[in-house]
């Protein structure tokens, strides 16, 4: 029967040995997981929960087929391929319509050993080691050691596999000619450059016999300039189908890229049109992919004829069920996936597992449980912010009865200020998520009360979650008229001038300084401004979709200068994966930014200053502080000292470096437990 909401995701796809029964995958994402004791069973559980949540096909993490190929886990004997047995029968215990596919992933050039190898001895600008070039016998024996690991990714039970193509890994460093000098058969022109990529696809399809899922992953567009051209892409599709791939799908960046593919300000589904383009081109179905967070975003990308198949990773993460909750009318009960990288792509770069800042039970389902409770208590939670909302949904949902104040007429806290940042939109649907859930579960929700403690006398269990405060300062001058806080800025409380120093370049001082110097539609809901901002051509195609365009950011209609009393560039603690797009951003408007400061005071001139020892005056119209912040406690030093039992979370037990990833864990894992 045809889904009444969403009729082309929930069609099934035939492969013709095979059936797919729906059109979203959950697409391969490094965890981490793979690399450490214990981790088969840790990822038969991340992945069986995730094919009980109804997607349609996984793809694992990349698999390493020799030990050139990076410094991850390596499938290439019967040893190894019976760990793997664990995974794939996990999740065809949960549900055997459900596929799971592997992917070998050869990083080349970008393999952290120095053996790392590449068609020719080029760095990458993000590679740890010049790779050796390889030799004949040395293609001959990669193109073996992706064989023999295909044939174990059957052994081991999996239905199929997914060879990387993209990305700056071992395939695309040989279709790209600045990776790519040769002058043999593997070098040249691109009917040589693609040799390689094709010789694998050939000799993986020999290896694993015809009924076995084959994928190439695509870079559709490498976001590189001279990158591959568009007819490059179309004749590397047409040769890999005919080389007997089931489907093709897209992939829009290598890692080297400085074009934001993924981060929260892109667009949702910003490069599907691109897979609609080449699905015109070939027979087999392809897959799009990059912020498709929603199924109706999936559903309409599906209508439009642009893809076969959707593929959601992160969004996975942040939701398991999310394709079930879909399937149920339930889609206001999804998780949404902000995009944020937080605790996702952040701890993968930073060699640390991988979760989520909306979900810390992803990638830790095996530790971090919500079991029904035995005894019910009532637990009043004070502060609907990130912290308390995650605390009193997770003790709602094991059973308890919980009652959350707040003393503001929404549940959100601060993240109803980054909502409003451009860029930041997604955060609202965390907020949506929340809202939902206090009402399926039956919080009793008190807004505009500021509770203090006689109000919290008759609880079993208080939990306090009220916050923080905006850290003032104490320089001359301070309560200036010039002078205003973050919050009155992001509300809109204040008029801002012309010329502002921005006091403190944390997350906060960035956010500030993109919203007072940002002029037009946000890039994130546009995808023509998001092109335009960023420098592609989504019509033209040119080499890489970048090459020749340059980004065409609007300078700030004012003057901006960011200041931190460190001496290190500003920037430096913003997310490992995406502090570089809001430097490049703020950078492109005009924004200074300047380390060393030393703030002396604030008067009719503006901010004065000693930078790096010299003075300096910041002759300004307006001075936000955006200097940290410090926590809201004083509610629960009373009720302690009143004897109750009571408990804090987030910005109020700890200001220092606090964020919504910090705050949500925290709340959760306390939950569980209480
Ligand atoms: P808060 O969000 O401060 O919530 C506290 C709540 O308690 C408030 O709603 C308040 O009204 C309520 N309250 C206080 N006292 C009482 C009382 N007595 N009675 C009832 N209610 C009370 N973090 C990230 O991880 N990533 C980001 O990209 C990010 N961007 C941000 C952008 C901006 C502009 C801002 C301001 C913050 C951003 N943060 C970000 C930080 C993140 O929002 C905070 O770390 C998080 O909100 C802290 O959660 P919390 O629940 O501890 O406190
Ligand atoms: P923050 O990142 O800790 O930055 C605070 C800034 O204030 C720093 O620049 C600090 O640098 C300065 N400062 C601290 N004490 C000061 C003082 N006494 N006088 C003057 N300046 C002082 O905190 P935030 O910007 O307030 O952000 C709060 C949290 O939200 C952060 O933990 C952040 O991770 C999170 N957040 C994250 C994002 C994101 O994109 N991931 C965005 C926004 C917020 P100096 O001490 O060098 O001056
Ligand atoms: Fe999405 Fe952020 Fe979770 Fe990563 S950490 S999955 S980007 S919500």
């Known amino acids: 029967m045809t889904?009444?909401?969403?009729?082309?995701?929930?069609?099934?796809?035939?492969?013709?040995?095979?059936?797919?029964?729906?059109?979203i995958l959950m697409g391969s994402m490094h965890t981490g997981l793979e690399d450490i004791p214990g981790g088969f069973e840790r990822q038969a559980a991340y992945f069986a929960e995730r094919a009980r949540g109804g997607v349609g096909m996984i793809i694992t993490g990349g698999i390493i087929p020799n030990h050139e190929g990076g410094g991850g886990s390596k499938l290439?004997?019967?040893?190894?391929?019976?760990?793997?047995?664990?995974?794939?029968?996990?999740v065809h215990a949960a549900d055997p319509d459900v596929k799971i596919c592997m992917q070998i992933l050869h990083t080349g050039p970008l393999a952290m050993t120095p053996d790392a190898v590449a068609p020719s001895a080029i760095r990458s600008r993000i590679g740890r080691f010049v790779p050796n070039e390889?030799?004949?016998?040395?293609?001959?024996?990669?193109?073996?050691?992706?064989?023999?690991?295909?044939?174990?990714?059957?052994?081991?039970?999996?239905?199929?596999?997914?060879?990387?193509?993209?990305?700056?890994?071992?395939?695309?460093?040989f279709l790209v000619e600045k990776t790519n000098l040769r002058t043999d058969q593997w070098g040249g022109p691109f009917e040589n450059r693609m040799r390689f990529p094709v010789e694998v696809v050939r000799r993986v399809r020999a290896a694993v016999g015809r009924d076995f899922i084959v994928i190439f992953r695509i870079a559709a567009m490498d976001m590189l300039e001279g990158g591959m051209a568009w007819d490059e892409v179309v004749t590397l599709a047409k040769a890999v189908e005919a080389e007997g791939v089931n489907i093709i799908s897209t992939h829009f960046c290598w890692h080297e890229a400085q074009v934001p593919t993924i981060a929260t300000m892109v667009p949702r589904a910003a490069f599907a049109s691109v897979t609609?383009?080449?699905?015109?081109?070939?027979?087999?179905?392809v897959i799009t992919s990059n912020r498709i967070n929603m199924p109706a975003v999936a559903e309409e990308v599906l209508a439009r004829g642009d893809a076969d198949l959707v593929s959601m990773a992160r969004p996975m993460l942040a939701d398991p069920d999310l394709v079930k909750k879909a399937a149920e009318g339930r889609e206001d009960e999804i998780n949404t996936c902000i995009a944020c990288n937080q605790a996702c792509l952040d701890h993968t770069f930073g060699g640390k597992l991988t979760s989520c800042l909306v979900n810390p039970r992803a990638c830790r389902e095996t530790e971090l449980n919500y079991p029904p409770v035995t005894l019910v208590r009532s637990i009043a939670v004070v502060g609907a912010g990130p912290a308390g909302l995650a605390y009193a949904v997770t003790a709602a949902q094991r059973g308890h009865q919980v009652t959350l104040y707040d003393a503001a007429p929404r549940i959100g806290g601060q993240f109803n200020l980054a909502a409003r940042i451009p860029g930041k939109e997604e955060f609202s649907e965390t907020l949506?998520?929340?809202?939902?859930?206090?009402?399926?579960l039956g919080i009793d929700l008190k807004l505009d009360t500021r509770a203090d403690a006689a109000m919290l006398m008759g609880y079993d269990k208080v939990v306090i979650a009220t916050g923080i405060t905006p850290r003032r300062p104490e320089i001359e001058g301070i309560d200036h008229p010039k002078v205003a806080g973050y919050v009155d800025v992001i509300m809109g409380r204040v008029p801002v001038g012309k010329t502002v120093a921005i006091m403190g370049a944390g997350g906060i001082g960035f956010d500030v300084a993109e919203l007072i110097t940002h002029q037009g539609t946000s890039a994130a809901m546009d995808i023509a401004v998001f092109a335009k901002e960023w420098g592609i051509d989504f019509a033209n195609h040119p080499r890489g979709g970048v090459t020749g365009i340059v980004p065409e950011v609007a300078r700030a209609d004012?003057?901006?200068?960011?200041?931190?009393?460190?001496?290190?560039?500003?920037?430096?603690?913003?997310?490992?994966?995406?502090?570089?797009t809001h430097k490049l951003t703020l950078q492109r408007r005009g924004v200074r930014m300047v380390g060393g400061v030393?703030?002396?005071?604030?008067?009719?001139?503006?901010?004065?200053?000693?930078?790096?020892g010299e003075p300096q005056l910041f002759a300004v119209d307006t001075v936000v502080i955006c200097a940290g912040q410090v926590p809201l406690r004083a509610l629960y030093d009373e009720l302690v000292a009143a004897g109750v039992e009571a408990e804090l979370i987030g910005g109020a037990y700890e200001a220092m470096e606090l964020d919504a990833k910090r705050a949500i864990n925290q709340a959760s894992e306390l939950a569980a437990v209480a």
């Not at 290439?76 to 996990?90: D, G, L, N």
């Not at 609609?276 to 179905?285: A, D, F, T, W, Y």
């Open 134 to 173: 390889l030799d004949e016998d040395g293609i001959e024996k990669q193109l073996g050691d992706f064989a023999q690991c295909a044939a174990m990714a059957k052994l081991a039970g999996y239905d199929g596999v997914e060879i990387i193509g993209s990305a700056g890994y071992l395939l695309s460093a």
């Open 432 to 440: 949506r998520y929340y809202n939902r859930m206090i009402e399926k």
């Open 276 to 285: 609609g383009r080449l699905r015109k081109e070939v027979g087999v179905p």
């Open 598 to 612: 030393e703030y002396l005071r604030v008067d009719d001139e503006g901010l004065h200053t000693l930078v790096n």
């Open 558 to 580: 004012r003057e901006v200068t960011l200041l931190q009393r460190k001496a290190s560039a500003p920037g430096k603690g913003l997310g490992k994966t995406t502090g570089w």
């Open 76 to 90: 290439s004997t019967p040893e190894e391929a019976a760990e793997h047995r664990i995974v794939t029968e996990a």
């Open 3 to 23: 889904h009444p909401r969403y009729p082309h995701v929930f069609t099934p796809l035939d492969l013709g040995f095979t059936t797919l029964k729906n059109r």
